[in-house]
């Protein structure tokens, strides 16, 4: 499940291109193809970990599993936006009900020992195995139809399901009260703060629907902290958040996982659009970032228990900053090996340096009993807040497409030369602002003061956490 779940996240944004020329997406439409998934996911991924311990783990780890499946095919099938964007929210609502409950499952299907901690190991590692892996295959898929990237789940989710009914020993369920408004508040709120900055730029900012879907998802985040205050059992405890420390940790997450979902989609674009790559090419070209990300998070994880972690933060995200900024300055002349490979493998090796050091930052200083909620706290920040980045990213890239006399909604093939050039000025700003996050990603790091000492506690205590 998780190696089928990253595969999704890769390659789907190899496939945009593709997807907006045969179904004519607009530019936002093509951003929702991304951010109607993450923001269901995300949005319902804590209550999806507790839908687990209320109702036995592997009856809600084979319906979500279930669900993925069925909207993948779904998705496959689409023949417009709205079918393709609805399909992709409702994956994210089966992605958000497995995924939390699948290494809950590791740890209650395997006796502790070096046994589980293999079985660790292996579900951690189809991250990377996952992230390459989609880049090669995704592309090839591609190559002969978007659809592909979608239909392949669902063998692989049947497989799934057959081994789940088979394998896997049901766990008992608890008495839990369920904090269903907030996680409906926290998806609602988001969405409709999505729904205003990528609509903006082609409805008019001062469009009634954009004002609303501003202003409303303000009020209903708003709403979210009021519930959040007062439920028995909230997806957000406050009593997590009294470390300043703590806080910006959480941040500076929020931030990084800004910067990785908003800038995969718009340099695959960029290669293809622009460029003229294929899916599959692309996909080769984004393979080193993926060895320097790998790389860095080798480094990052020896020296965080020896220099305080917010210099790794500040270093990482600072190096990432300059490589965006560099690649803002790309345009239709540009050439892979002469300005973009260092480019790729520098902005890869800062996002390591970074994004080792936080998720330890935010169980740091904490009970063993606090390690679960703060993970998955940081989990749910790195996802949910992607979105937000992709809408305010992409609407920098479409008002400035326009602002130059470009085209949306058009493929790169129909347009002129200067259309084109205002599509690759429109894609390069979007790197822009990715770097002004990075920018603020570093800012908020200089104010995590925990020490190489309490990181190395976060180490062993997650472990332990793991091994009981």
């Known amino acids: 499940m998780q190696l089928m779940m990253v595969l999704d996240g890769t390659v789907a944004s190899l ?15 093509r951003n929702w193809v991304i951010t109607s998934y993450a923001l269901t996911f995300g949005g319902l991924m804590l209550l999806g970990g507790r839908l687990g311990d209320a109702f036995g783990r592997k009856r809600v780890f084979i319906a979500g599993v279930a669900i993925f499946t069925v909207t993948s095919l779904l998705c496959g099938l689409a023949f417009n936006e709205a079918t393709l964007v609805a399909a992709r929210a409702l994956q994210g609502v089966g992605a958000a009900i497995a995924s939390p409950t ?9 006796a502790p020992g070096p046994v589980r901690n293999q079985a660790i190991a292996i579900f951690a590692a189809m991250t990377g195995v996952g992230s390459v892996t989609g880049l090669i295959a995704g592309g090839a898929l591609t190559e002969v139809s978007w659809r592909w990237i979608f239909l392949i ?3 692989i989710g049947l497989v799934i399901l057959v081994f789940a009914f088979s394998s896997l020993s049901e766990t008992n369920a608890e008495r839990l ?5 907030g996680a409906i508040l926290a998806t609602l709120g988001c969405t409709a703060v999505v729904f205003g900055f990528t609509e903006g730029p082609e409805m008019g900012w001062g469009s009634p629907l954009v004002l609303a879907g501003l202003i409303g998802g303000l009020v209903l985040l708003g709403a979210f902290l009021l519930v959040e205050r007062r439920a028995e059992n909230p997806l957000l405890p406050f009593s997590l958040f009294r470390n300043r420390d703590r806080v910006a940790t959480f941040i500076a997450i929020a931030l990084v996982g800004m910067v990785m979902f908003s800038l995969a989609p718009f340099v695959a674009l960029f290669v293809q659009d622009v460029l003229g790559y294929t899916p599959l090419r692309a996909g080769l070209a984004f393979v080193p970032f993926a060895f320097g990300l790998g790389a860095a998070a080798f480094v990052a994880s ?5 220099v305080p972690p917010r210099w790794l933060v500040v270093a990482g995200t600072l190096l990432t900053f300059a490589g965006l900024m560099y690649g803002s300055t790309l345009d239709t002349s540009t050439t892979y090996v002469s300005h ?8 890869g090796f800062g996002v390591g340096l970074a994004v080792v050091p936080l998720p330890l930052c935010a169980i740091s200083g904490v009970g063993p009993h606090e390690i679960g909620p703060l993970a998955a706290i940081a989990q749910v920040a790195n996802v949910l807040f992607g979105p937000i980045g992709l809408a305010i990213v992409g609407a920098m890239a479409t008002s400035k497409t326009l602002s130059l006399g470009g085209v949306s909604g058009v493929p790169a093939a129909e347009m002129n030369p200067a259309q084109l050039d205002a599509l690759s000025q429109g894609y390069t700003f979007a790197l822009l602002g990715c770097a002004i996050l990075a920018a603020l990603a570093a800012l908020a790091a200089l104010f995590i003061r925990f020490t190489p000492e309490q990181v190395a506690q976060a180490q062993a205590a997650e472990k332990a956490a793991q091994e009981a």
């Open 177 to 181: 009260k369920l904090d269903v408004p």
């Open 302 to 306: 020896k020296l965080a228990v020896r």
């Open 102 to 110: 699948a290494l809950a499952l590791v740890a209650t299907t395997f």
């Open 15 to 29: 496939a945009l291109s593709r997807i907006q020329e045969d179904l004519g997406l607009s530019d936002a439409g």
């Open 340 to 347: 973009m490979l260092g480019l790729v493998v520098g902005v």
């Open 153 to 155: 789940n669902v063998p």
